[in-house]
């Protein structure tokens, strides 16, 4: 039996443990809904999970340990000179023989391979089939036991709820749980980089050319590893798209929610809405084709020198992509505004503008700050844009009409294609991730300040 059948059966035998709870909780109580302690769903809904939780509980810990049982007893089943082989060459053998039961690769004529593969086919069909029997029997064995507990005084809701809690818990753990994760992967790996280039170099250096030469005897061998062009770049560009997308996306919701009769509303907010769809390599290809070639005829035109590749170019076209992020939740929120608010203001004779600007707006304040961090966050991760319209240049400079490179596109740059993980060239990317991470922490760290200390406070 495969696994997605297995996980099919243990299914439909949680479908039918939940008949047999709902039925045997109208069994005890004789009939008499009243005399139970919960719904009969809710005894239905507890055999069901006495039957699935010990089944899937088996059939994870089965997957998590299964590959490595099975790899082990392949490898203790091939000759001795093949075991006493490097790691390396072990797992290149090992990677041989799955490509064999996969028939991924040319049929091998190496006995020992063949010989490898068949056990392996073996053992994974000896390993489902035990499995299959271990998680139905205790799927089985689960559902009968929560039947027998089934009694008028069993509080099957509490332990069905306090389930769900749990399972909540554990899926509030696992995003916590990640972002840690991620957090550590980066921070362990810039250790490894500062530990090879100064950190006062990588902060505070002018010159980034990260290209680690082949032979110690070239020239440029030990690289250079100044961010300080990088961090220019991303936020040039950034900053030009945000005085694009910013007030853009702010006016926009206001017309939209104050101003706008519904019927322009309901077709030029999902209209607005759409530019977030676009995806990224579309924006692209339209900066690189069309405003990157007009900001430089332009800027000629009026006798300044710009380049084919602009932060100008980059920026005006990620202010546009990032317009519905301002846009949308600061429509949301400004709507959200109770509209006694209002109605208090025109009371006092105040206009629709001075209501808009004094009471609407403070109101709406934390869910238009958060509209604009998500778009600041989503300007300084931006790639595609970046690469295809501003370059992959790290010029330290202020001129918007110059190529400029970002982190981001520096990060995807540095992890490209096959890397050793213990340069400083690959390494770079991993403190270059940090520095974003934190940059951003610190942002939202100042945003939620700014929240608390200018928020207008209702009852």
Known sequence: M?????????????????????????????????????????????????????ALILLGGWLAFEGSIIT??????????????????????????????AGK?????????????????????????????LALSAAVIGGFVARQRI??????????????????????????????????????????????????????????SPQMAIRPDQVGSSGAFGAVPL?????LISAIAMAVAVPVGLLSAIYMAEYASPQVRAF???????????????????????????????????GLDASSESALAAGLVM?????????SLADDFINAVPQSLRDGAYALGATQSETIRNVVIPAALPGIVGGILLAVSRAIGETMIVVMAAGLAANLTGNPLQAVTTVTTQIVTLLVGDQEFDSPKTLAAFALGLVLFLATLALNVLAMHIVRKYREQYE
């Open 2 to 54: 495969t696994k997605s059948t297995l996980f099919f059966v243990l299914v439909l035998l949680c479908l039918a443990a939940y008949r047999v709870g709902c039925h045997r909780s109208m069994q005890v109580a004789s009939g008499n809904i009243r005399a139970l302690h919960s719904l009969p769903g809710y005894y239905g809904f507890f055999t069901a999970l006495w039957c699935c939780i010990p």
């Open 72 to 101: 082990q007893m392949i490898v203790s089943g091939l000759p001795e000179d093949v075991r006493s082989q490097s790691p390396e060459q072990l797992g290149l053998i090992l990677n041989d023989v799955r490509n064999l039961v």
């Open 105 to 133: 690769g040319a049929s091998s004529q190496n006995l020992v391979l063949q010989q490898a593969a068949q056990d392996y086919i073996r053992l994974h069909a000896l390993s489902d089939m035990l499995l299959g029997v």
């Open 151 to 208: 009694q008028v005084s069993l509080k099957a809701r509490n332990h069905v709820e306090g389930a769900l809690m749990i399972f909540l818990i554990a899926c509030s753990m696992v995003a916590i749980f990640t972002t840690v994760g991620i957090v550590l992967s980066v921070l362990f790996e810039s250790i490894r980089f500062f530990q090879l280039v100064p950190i006062t170099e990588f902060l505070f250096g002018t010159d980034w």
């Open 231 to 235: 961090f220019t770049g991303t936020l």
């Open 268 to 302: 030029g907010k999902p209209l607005l809405e759409i530019l977030a769809g676009v995806p990224t390599v579309v924006y692209g290809f339209f900066a690189a084709l069309t405003v990157a070639p007009f900001v430089r005829d332009t800027a000629q035109s009026m």
């Open 319 to 327: 202010g546009v992509m990032i317009i519905p992020f301002v846009s």
